[in-house]
T-cell receptor, first 112, second 116 residues
Framework: DADVTQTPRNRITKTGKRIMLECSQT?????MYWYRQDPGLGLRLIYY???????NKGEISDGYSVSRQAQAKFSLSLESAIPNQTALYFC???????????FGPGTRLLVL | AQKITQTQPGMFVQEKEAVTLDCTYD???????LFWYKQPSSGEMIFLIY??????QNATEGRYSLNFQKARKSANLVISASQLGDSAMYFC?????????????FGTGTRLTVIP
C-alpha cells in the first residue's frame, strides 16, 4: 500500500462550488504539506502543518483553507472554486526539517 | 529569498548514454538541502537524490549522482546509462534554513527524452 494517499485522484467541478481534497499518510510523519503544480511550472506551496495544532500559510494560500484532523490526515478545501485553480495538487509529508518530503500521487482538479 | 533555476526546458539523450541536468540555486542560508525529483507522465513525484550543504562528498544513488559545486551554487543531476524509463520531467528543489518549515522551493523542471 502507498505511504501517502490522496483522494480523489481526479475531480471536475464548477465555478463557485466548494470541494475538499484529502490526504492520508502511514509514514508516521508530523509534517504535512499541500502544493499545486500548474502546467510547465514547478510546485508551489499552499499550506503546511507541523502537527495537529500547527497550520501555516505557504506562498499561494489565497482561496484555500486546510484542516489537520489527525497526525495522519491533512485536507485542502477550495471554498469557492474558480477556473484558475485548475491544477495538479500534491500532498507531501516529512519527518523533520532535514528529511526528504515524500509526495502523494496527486489530484488532478478541473474547475469549469 | 530562495530561488532555483533550471535553464534547460528539454533535453535529449541516447539510450545508454549519460546526461547532465542543470540546476543553480540562490540562498543566503548557510544550511540548506538540495533535492531532485522525477515526474513521469503519470504525474507522481518520485524522490531521487538529496545533497546537504555541509556534505563533503557528492551524493549518489544508483545511476543518479549529484554534481554539487557549492562555490558556483550548482547542483546538477547526472544520470548514467540512460534508460527509456528515464524519460520524464525532472525537478530540482531546495530546502533552506536550519529549522523551520522545511519548505521546498522548486525549479521549473527539465523534460528529458531518452531516444532508443
Amino acid at each position: 500500500d502507498a505511504d501517502v494517499t490522496q483522494t480523489p485522484r481526479n475531480r471536475i467541478t464548477k465555478t463557485g462550488k466548494r470541494i475538499m481534497l484529502e490526504c492520508s499518510q502511514t509514514k508516521g510523519h508530523d509534517r504535512m504539506y499541500w502544493y499545486r503544480q500548474d502546467p510547465g511550472l514547478g510546485l508551489r506551496l499552499i499550506y503546511y502543518s507541523f502537527d495537529v495544532k500547527d497550520i501555516n500559510k505557504g506562498e499561494i494560500s489565497d482561496g484555500y483553507s486546510v484542516s489537520r484532523q489527525a497526525q495522519a490526515k491533512f485536507s485542502l478545501s477550495l471554498e469557492s472554486a474558480i477556473p484558475n485553480q485548475t491544477a495538479l495538487y500534491f500532498c507531501a509529508t516529512s519527518g523533520s526539517p532535514q528529511e526528504t518530503q515524500y509526495f502523494g500521487p496527486g489530484t488532478r482538479l478541473l474547475v469549469l | 529569498a530562495q530561488k532555483i533555476t533550471q535553464t534547460q526546458p528539454g533535453m535529449f539523450v541516447q539510450e545508454k548514454e549519460a546526461v547532465t541536468l542543470d540546476c543553480t540555486y540562490d540562498t543566503s542560508d548557510p544550511s540548506y538541502g538540495l533535492f531532485w525529483y522525477k515526474q513521469p507522465s503519470s504525474g507522481e513525484m518520485i524522490f531521487l537524490i538529496y545533497q546537504g550543504s555541509y556534505d563533503q562528498q557528492n551524493a549518489t544513488e544508483g545511476r543518479y549522482s549529484l554534481n554539487f559545486q557549492k562555490a558556483r551554487k550548482s547542483a546538477n543531476l547526472v544520470i548514467s546509462a540512460s534508460q527509456l524509463g528515464d524519460s520524464a520531467m525532472y525537478f530540482c528543489a531546495m530546502r533552506a534554513g536550519e529549522t523551520g518549515a522545511n519548505n521546498l522551493f522548486f525549479g521549473t523542471g527539465t523534460r528529458l527524452t531518452v531516444i532508443p
